[in-house]
């Protein structure tokens, strides 16, 4: 493996020496030459800003998967790209290939894969990374991976990077943060491994604007970057629904006639726990929504996303005011 440089102006030394063995681990990449990058302040969000600015020119699109993390949107179009959504298909999310090799244009530039899945729990399977790495090796494209969740998998699910297909190295730009994998989320430490010749795009959009991350920040990410494999198995020592992520993405009942933003409303005043109404995180196009099914349009307003990265005594409570509202024959009272 050969890191060819830390594109943070200032590194402290540690991490300089020993950042690259950790992420060469964790993401099983074998001979890299990629650039990693640290940032200060809001750390994802700021990071894919600067990675989709070098890579896409006005009027090029980025294809992203339906529902995804709101955030990607934004970073495309302020960066003027146009985003074309390919929607998953419920109830567990899959990947159509048809779908996504329709979405297609000559405008393509990338795609945008977040797997775990924020919001559904979703990890993209093999089968489906295959499919994503062909389409992009056939379309000569990049891949942007949000691999926040990368660590936290159920069920004897492992997360694999994309970037570990075959051709894919050189045509993926991983980023990932501090966050999730170790309950940080305000330090707003993240990072991009690319490429070399994005690596020195990104750098001089990053210098300019955040420059590097603090010291001590540093520090402490090396530390927790060098935990042990047992602390990164206690993370998936969880029976949940979801396959990673620490979200449910839940559909309402069949007999529920409130949308997601009512049932939200009702489920605060009668129960004093808070949902995410799934609508959010949908953004198909509605120039596109004759291409859906009357069913397809209706369950964006079906799902409801609850966050488990709580304390056990924060589930508890709210485990028992949800089962307070259950009625006689096992329906909600919500409604
Ligand atoms: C998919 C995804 N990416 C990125 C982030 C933001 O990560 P950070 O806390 O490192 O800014 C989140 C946070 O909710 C997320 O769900």
Redesign the pocket.
Request: proline residues 6%; glycine residues 6%; charged residues 10%.
């Given at each position: 493996m050969s890191i060819l440089s830390l594109i943070s102006s200032y590194v402290v030394v540690n991490l300089r020496l020993l950042l690259p063995q950790c992420l060469q681990v964790a993401y099983k990449l074998i001979s890299i030459k990629y650039f990693v990058l640290f940032l200060r302040i809001?750390?994802?969000?700021?990071?894919?800003h600067f990675l989709i600015c070098p890579v896409i020119n006005q009027g090029d699109e980025v294809i992203l998967f339906d529902p995804?993390?709101e955030?990607y949107e934004t970073c495309i179009r302020l960066a003027g790209g146009v985003p074309v959504y390919v929607a998953l298909d419920p109830p567990y999310w899959s990947l159509d290939p048809n779908k996504l090799a329709k979405s297609f244009t000559a405008r393509t530039k990338a795609i945008v894969l977040?797997s775990?899945?924020?919001?559904t729990g979703k990890v993209f399977t093999k089968d489906e990374l295959e499919i994503i790495a062909g389409a992009c090796r056939t379309w000569d494209i990049l891949v942007v991976t949000?691999e926040?969740?990368e660590h936290i998998t159920f069920d004897g699910e492992r997360h694999t990077s994309v970037a570990t297909f075959p051709g894919m190295q050189k045509r993926t730009i991983i980023?990932?943060?501090?966050?999730?994998s170790f309950s940080?989320?305000?330090?707003?430490?993240?990072w991009a491994i690319c490429p070399a010749y994005f690596a020195s795009a990104i750098k001089n959009i990053h210098v300019k604007i955040t420059d590097s991350a603090p010291a001590p920040f540093q520090e402490a990410a090396l530390t927790a970057l060098r935990s042990s494999p047992e602390y990164f198995d206690a993370l998936r020592q969880v029976s949940v629904m979801p396959k990673g992520?620490f979200?449910l993405f839940m559909e309402l009942p069949r007999t529920c006639t409130l949308s997601d933003v009512d049932f939200v409303e009702e489920l605060i005043k009668q129960a004093g726990v808070v949902a995410v109404p799934g609508c959010v995180f949908f953004h198909t196009n509605s120039s596109k929504l004759e291409d859906l099914s009357l069913t397809a349009i209706s369950y964006h307003r079906r799902y409801i996303r609850f966050a488990f990265c709580k304390s056990e005594e924060t589930l508890a409570a709210a485990s028992q005011k949800l089962t307070e509202l259950i009625d006689g024959s096992g329906g909600l009272k919500l409604f």
């Open positions: 809001k750390s994802y969000n700021y990071c894919f995804s993390y955030t977040n775990p899945h924020n919001p949000d926040v969740y980023t990932s943060s501090l966050s999730k940080v989320t305000g330090w707003r430490i993240g992520s979200f």
